[in-house]
Structure formats: C-alpha cells, structure tokens
C-alpha cells in the first residue's frame, strides 16, 4: 500500500516563495504520475499542476503557470512544488496525488493515491 506525506507548507508574505515536497512510500511510485492539487476553505479540490514519470510532460493550471513549478525526483521518490510569487489567493491545503499512468489528468477522481495535505497561508 503506498503513502503519501506532504511537506513545506507554512506562512509566507505575499510575494514570497515556498517548496513543497511530497514523500513517497511503500512503493515505488515512478511509474506514476503524480499531481498537486488545492482546497482553500469552503471550496472544492482543484487542480494545480501535474508530472508524468519521467518529468518530461507537465500541466499547470492557468492561475499558476508561470509561478509554480512541479518537478520529480524518482530516485529519491519524492514531488516537488516550487511556489513563487505567491499571492493571498493561493492560500489553502495542498494535497500531493498518484496516479498509475503515463497521461496527465486534471480530474481528482482520477486519482489512486492522496497525502494528508499541508497548509499554506500567504498574506496580504
């Protein structure tokens, strides 16, 4: 059965940067691809960005593209999430997924595998 956990998250003035990492365990998840995805209070789970295994294809939302970037370490079966620029409405828990499979999908249903999320809080 694999694990998911989540890491990095904090409060963080707008403007400025955070690094999420996602941890893998109990099994090797590098021929999954793998998602962040994010939920601010009262509101649905939303996609964020997206790396296939090999990290040669991602997908970012529109809110996001240009200042996040999610990369992928096999080796060390870990997700990374570089935020910059943030802004008070990135504000929310962010949640690492898995899915088996070489396609990106934007649709949180689609995926298997999902951490326990961490808060990030950016203010104004």
């Known amino acids: 059965q694999g694990q998911l956990v989540e890491s990095g998250g904090g409060l963080v003035q707008a403007g400025g940067s955070l690094r999420l990492s996602c941890a893998a365990s109990?099994?090797?998840?590098?021929?999954?691809?793998m998602g962040w995805f994010r939920q601010a209070p009262g509101k649905e789970r939303d996609f964020v960005a997206a790396i296939v295994w090999s990290g040669g294809s991602t997908d970012y939302a529109d809110s996001v593209k240009g200042r996040f970037t999610i990369s992928r370490d096999n080796a060390k079966n870990t997700v990374y999430l570089q935020m910059n620029s943030l802004k008070p409405e990135d504000t929310a828990v962010y949640y690492c997924?898995?899915?088996?499979?070489?396609?990106?999908?934007?649709?949180?249903?689609?995926?298997?595998?999902w951490g326990q999320g961490t808060q990030v809080t950016v203010s104004s």
């Open positions: 997924a898995a899915r088996h499979g070489t396609s990106i999908y934007r649709q949180k249903y689609n995926y298997n595998y």
């Open positions: 109990g099994r090797t998840f590098s021929s999954y691809q």
